[in-house]
């Protein structure tokens, strides 16, 4: 379950700093936050994955696509903040 947070909230934060650079200026604000968000939900189901990884001690590649993700979802906020500084879409 928490890979699937994981996977879903690095979506959702791309999406937003995608609208973030591309949307409506009016709404940057709610892009920006969204994209803050899923980056913050990214983080901590990214932790649960590594702690129940670590109490399993059975990696199957799971601890390497929460890293991948994780970096997307980091990449993908930047963007977003980046976006804002500039003014947005």
């Known amino acids: ?13 791309g999406i937003s700093a ?3 650079a591309e949307g409506n200026p009016n709404l940057l604000g709610d892009a ?3 994209a803050v968000l ?16 670590s109490a399993g001690g059975a ?4 601890l390497s696509r929460a ?3 994780r970096a ?7 963007a977003a903040e980046g976006a804002a ?3 947005g879409g």
């Open 72 to 78: 997307t979802a980091a990449a993908a906020q930047e």
């Open 59 to 62: 990696d199957d590649g799971r």
């Open 32 to 34: 920006v936050t969204a």
């Open 38 to 53: 899923a980056g913050a939900g990214v983080r901590a189901a990214a932790t649960l994955v590594e702690i129940n990884i």
């Open 18 to 20: 995608r609208l973030a």
């Open 1 to 13: 379950m928490p890979l699937s947070m994981v996977r879903i909230g690095a979506e959702v934060a």
């Open 85 to 87: 500084a500039r003014g």
């Open 67 to 69: 890293s991948g993700l």
